[in-house]
């Protein structure tokens, strides 16, 4: 099995940045690709962005333009947050799956996931 462990969150002001990083160790191989969603309270968890082994990534529409999936996933995935807003608050999970199909937004379809890192943006 892969491990994913998550670092990066904290409080920031809008407008702001943040880079979050997801390292994985274990299991990697070219089956796999990995992902970003978050989950604010009360709300579903949504897809932020992902990336398959090659390096290709896909994002979430509410955060298109504005954040960036890049990184190595045999080693760490990053997800750089610009000009953020108070809406993208919630917790930031990495997760991973082995199907070898990459393009998934669905987060039942990935069944490895890190614990979570915070991301609160407030003046």
């Known amino acids: 099995q892969v491990q994913l462990v998550e670092s990066g969150g904290g409080v920031v002001q809008p407008g702001g940045s943040l880079r979050l990083s997801c390292a994985a160790s274990?299991?990697?191989?070219?089956?796999?690709?990995m992902a970003w969603f978050r989950q604010a309270p009360g709300k579903e968890r949504e897809f932020v962005g992902g990336i398959s082994w090659r390096g290709n990534s896909i994002h979430g529409e509410p955060v298109r333009g504005r954040f960036l999936i890049s990184g190595d996933i045999s080693n760490t995935v990053y997800l750089q947050m610009n000009a953020l807003k108070p809406e993208d608050t919630a917790v930031y999970y990495c997760?991973?799956?082995?199907?070898?199909?990459?393009?998934?937004?669905?987060?039942?379809?990935?069944?490895?996931w890190g614990q979570g890192t915070q991301v609160t943006v407030s003046s």
């Open positions: 997760a991973a799956e082995f199907s070898g199909r990459f393009g998934s937004s669905k987060y039942g379809d990935f069944e490895f």
């Open positions: 274990g299991r990697t191989d070219n089956m796999m690709s």
